[in-house]
């Protein structure tokens, strides 16, 4: 069984899917399994399919749910997600690994950055608001590189390392709050199954910008009110409901003159409506390091790194590259 699935989800063009695996087939730890799904055709121009196996996905759907549909065939107790248009270097996926030993470790966030200014951080994991909000962490490379890894509330949907038992006892990302908030949503449910996150600096990808979702106002503000009232309890009733009517009242002041602010009032009215259903918690689930000890939950990552032997990686990249 491999150690490390590698999950590439393409929902833009097919040179930005093909610019992330020729990264990743140069750059790629041995004994991983690399899993890509589209939403759109690929006609696989540089025949990779001995090297990756691609996942049919039907056409349109967002990026998480391109992502679910590869880890739902990955064997690998690690699975990588890497968003199409993110590319990699030489051992960037060693240090984030390693966290993986401590069975209490759920998730890994790398560390986002530019592209072309590689000192400017796109994402370092993610926080959520007392009042139901998303907000992406980003903080100066050099101090995040000399505080080493630190807990985070979650990792960033575009590039996270996963638990993949962890991932399935918590029932996956959540379709109910949008590609934007699946995140978020994904982070409540670990830390309620006992899990920890953690960011690992070293673990670095590369992107020139993150992926957005395109959805409407009015799902923008049916998720984010969804979000809230699945976790305001959590936060305190207090402190939660004080934040988000801050949010609410700052988000329409700053744009009552757009009809875009009454397609998300709309929204959040269009969740509060079904407020009971929203309000039942999923259950807690014991985490691997709270369940009964058993060898198979421990993962051995202590081996080296090295490329894999042989060439066949080598040959796809150059057939890429020369093409």
Not at 44 to 63: H, K, M, N, Q, W
Not at 150 to 158: I, K, W, Y
Not at 220 to 237: N, S, T
Request: with cysteine.
């Amino acid at each position: 069984m491999p150690r490390l699935a590698i999950v590439i989800p393409a929902v833009g063009t097919a040179e930005s899917l093909e610019a992330t695996l020729l990264a990743v087939l140069e750059n790629r730890p041995h004994d991983c399994e690399i899993i890509a799904a589209a939403n759109f055709d690929y006609a696989d121009p540089y025949e990779l399919a001995d090297e990756i196996r691609f996942v049919s996905v039907p056409s349109g759907v967002d990026l998480v749910a391109c992502a679910s549909a590869a880890i739902a065939v990955a064997r690998s107790a690690v699975v990588h997600i890497l968003a199409a248009g993110c590319t990699v270097s030489e051992r960037w996926a060693d240090r984030a690994l390693e966290h993986f030993a401590d069975l209490s470790v759920g998730a890994v966030a790398p560390l986002i950055v530019h592209r072309d200014e590689h000192e400017r951080v796109l994402a370092a994991g993610v926080d959520y608001r007392a009042g139901g909000g998303r907000r992406v962490r980003t903080k100066k490379l050099a101090k995040l590189t000399a505080a080493g890894p630190t807990a985070v509330f979650g990792v960033c949907a575009p590039a996270a390392f996963l638990r993949r038992s962890a991932l399935e006892a918590v029932g996956g990302f959540s379709g109910d709050v949008g590609p934007q908030l699946a995140d978020v949503e994904l982070a409540w449910a670990m830390r309620r199954a006992g899990y920890r996150t953690l960011l690992e600096p070293h673990a670095i990808v590369q992107a020139q910008a993150l992926p957005t979702a395109a959805i409407s106002r009015f799902r923008q503000g049916l998720y984010a009110e969804r979000l809230f009232w699945r976790h305001a309890a959590e936060i305190g009733w207090f402190q939660a409901l004080a934040a988000h009517a801050g949010l609410v009242a700052w988000d329409m002041a700053a744009h009552f003159w757009q009809p875009s602010a009454c397609a998300r009032l709309a929204g959040r009215f269009s969740a509060i409506a079904d407020l009971r259903h929203h309000l039942v918690r999923r259950p807690a689930v014991p985490s691997d390091a709270e369940a009964e000890p058993m060898p198979s939950r421990h993962l051995r990552i202590d081996g080296d790194h090295a490329p894999r032997p042989g060439t066949r990686d080598k040959q796809s990249s150059r057939r890429m590259r020369s093409a």
